[in-house]
């Protein structure tokens, strides 16, 4: 086969197209010292290690996400379907006060002592903060060690295709642009 040439992509994140790194789509949910919940989509999130376990998430530093995690030492990640992540856009530019009435997600307190997650989404997971990295900018690597990982019942007993099928993450390529899981085998 002869060889393909490559293309180079500009180094500008924001204009990758197609960009090859896919995040997956979660909801941030953290809480101010005085207890006031925010809800924020993030896709900059992956595993980290598994001794812990841990995960990363890329932040703003300027965010009420990073502040909150900061200073509470604790956030929940929620991991919506594809379907429930399409309103991230229109979530993230809500006022914050009506985040959580434009996601159409309801929060549900922790029975252990984390962060609240959203009912219908599929899967949480509660992290304690364990390290925070700062980047270039005002960019911060958020370093979280996952305390607990529940995911809805019927779920986890499914075939695993069904099972994936029901998880259904949405994966964030480019402005406009997300894309969902091939089926599993
Ligand atoms: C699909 C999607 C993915 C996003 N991913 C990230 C991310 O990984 N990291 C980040 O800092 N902001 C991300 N954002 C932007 C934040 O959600 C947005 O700036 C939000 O207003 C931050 O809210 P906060 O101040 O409550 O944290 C994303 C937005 C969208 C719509």
Redesign the pocket.
């Known amino acids: 086969m002869a060889a393909v040439p490559f293309i180079d992509l500009p180094l500008d994140k924001w204009r990758w197209h197609p960009s090859p790194l896919a ?1 997956q ?1 979660v909801y ?1 949910l ?1 809480c101010s010292a005085e207890g006031e919940l ?8 992956q595993m980290a290690g598994f001794g812990g376990p841990l995960l990363s ?4 530093r ?5 502040d909150n995690i900061v200073s509470t030492g604790r956030f929940t990640l929620s991991f919506p379907t594809i379907e429930q ?1 399409r309103l ?2 229109a ?3 809500a006022p ?1 006060d009506e985040r959580v009435a434009v996601s159409g997600l309801s929060p549900e307190e922790s029975t252990s002592g984390g962060v609240a997650h959203l009912r219908e989404c599929p899967a949480y997971c509660e992290c304690e903060l364990y390290r925070e990295v700062a980047l270039e900018g005002d ?1 911060v690597l958020v370093l979280g060690r996952i305390t607990r990982l529940a995911v809805h019942d019927g779920v986890v007993g499914a075939p695993t295709r069904e099972a994936y099928a029901l998880l259904a993450p949405g994966f ?1 390529l480019e402005p406009g642009v ?1 894309t969902g899981l091939a089926p599993a085998d």
């Open positions: 995040g789509v941030a953290t925010d809800v924020a989509p993030k896709s900059w999130i998430l890329g932040c703003s300027r965010h009420r996400t990073r992540a991230a856009r979530v993230a530019d914050r960019e964030f997300m």
